[in-house]
C-alpha cells in the first residue's frame, strides 16, 4: 500500500467514512450542473437557511480545469533533450508529440536513460523547471472551463482553486495566468490556495479541507480533483459534498469510485 492509501485507509477508520451507493456515474457539464443545483437546495435545506452561509466549489488546476501537456513537451525540447541528446529517439518524440496519453513525459523517458541515477537526474531536471514560471505560459486552459465558471458566479458560488503548486515560486505567475484566461476572476472575488515547499500536495489538501470543516457556515457544494486520491479525501471530510473526479489524467492507477467528468464542454 502506498503512503498515500495509507493515510487515506487511516482517516476511513477514525472518522468512520461513510460509503456512497454510487459507482462510476459519468457527467457531461449540463448533467453537472444539474447536480450542483440539486445539492445546493438540499443543502440550504438540510442547514435550514443558515443566516451567513456561504457556498464554495474547490476545483484542482493542472489536469482539472488546465492543460500542462504543452508546458512538459516544451521542458523535454528546451531543457531535457539538450542534456542529454541520446534520448532524442524517434519513439520517444513521435510517442510524445501526439496526443496526450498519460501523466507525464517521464515514463516515456525512463526506458531510454542510460542508469538509474540518469533517470534520477533527469527527473530532478524535469521537475526543477516543471514547478517553476519558464514555462507557464504554454499551459493552455481546457475549452468549458470559462463558461462553467461564469454560470458558477451566476449561482453565488465562491471559487476556490487549491493546487499543490509551491506558493513561494508560482503564486504570481499562476494569479496572472488565470487573471488572463478567465476574464471573470478579474472582477469576482475568488480564493487560490497553493501549497508551502515543506508538504506535499496531499497533506496541503488534507489541511485545507480540515481547516475548511471547522466553520459551519462554510457550504462546500462541490470538489472536482482529477485525482482520485483527492476526490476520496474530499468525500472523508464533506460527505454530503458533490465529490467529482475529473478524468484527464493522474499519477497512479488509483480509481475513484463515484462521479466521473471527462470534458467541459
Not at 474547490?58 to 482539472?64: P, V
Not at 540518469?118 to 472551463?145: A, M
Not at 515547499?197 to 489541511?207: G, L, N, R, V
Not at 464533506?238 to 470534458?263: T, W
Request: glycine content about 2%; some cysteine.
Amino acid at each position: 500500500m502506498d503512503s498515500i492509501s495509507f493515510k487515506l485507509s487511516g482517516i476511513k477508520n477514525t472518522m468512520g467514512f461513510r460509503q456512497k451507493s454510487l459507482r462510476d456515474q459519468k457527467l457531461n457539464v449540463q448533467l453537472l450542473k444539474s447536480q450542483i443545483d440539486l445539492h445546493l437546495r438540499a443543502q440550504a435545506q438540510e442547514k435550514n437557511q443558515i443566516e451567513g452561509l456561504s457556498n464554495y466549489l474547490i476545483m484542482d488546476l493542472d489536469g482539472t480545469i488546465l492543460n500542462n501537456w504543452p508546458r512538459q513537451i516544451q521542458i523535454l525540447l528546451e531543457e531535457i533533450l539538450p542534456n542529454y541528446p541520446h534520448l532524442q529517439k524517434s519513439e520517444i518524440l513521435s510517442s510524445l508529440t501526439r496526443e496526450q496519453s498519460t501523466y507525464s513525459i517521464l515514463p516515456y523517458l525512463e526506458p531510454f536513460c542510460n542508469s538509474s541515477e540518469e533517470y534520477k537526474q533527469v527527473k530532478q531536471k524535469f521537475l526543477d523547471n516543471f514547478l517553476s514560471n519558464k514555462f507557464l505560459d504554454q499551459d493552455r486552459l481546457f475549452p468549458g472551463v470559462n463558461s462553467f465558471i461564469e454560470w458558477l458566479w451566476s449561482k453565488k458560488i465562491h471559487i476556490i482553486f487549491l493546487t499543490g503548486r509551491p506558493k513561494s515560486r508560482m503564486q504570481e505567475s499562476t494569479q496572472m495566468f488565470l487573471f488572463n484566461n478567465i476574464p471573470l476572476l478579474k472582477r469576482i472575488p475568488f480564493t487560490l490556495s497553493m501549497k508551502n515547499e515543506d508538504i506535499s500536495d496531499f497533506d496541503h489538501k488534507q489541511a485545507f479541507l480540515e481547516q475548511m470543516r471547522i466553520d459551519p457556515n462554510n457550504n462546500l457544494v462541490a470538489f472536482i480533483d482529477n485525482e482520485s486520491e483527492m476526490c476520496s479525501l474530499a468525500s472523508i471530510h464533506f460527505p454530503d459534498c458533490l465529490v467529482v473526479h475529473f478524468r484527464s489524467f493522474q499519477s497512479n492507477a488509483y480509481q475513484y469510485s463515484g462521479y466521473k467528468l471527462q470534458s467541459w464542454q
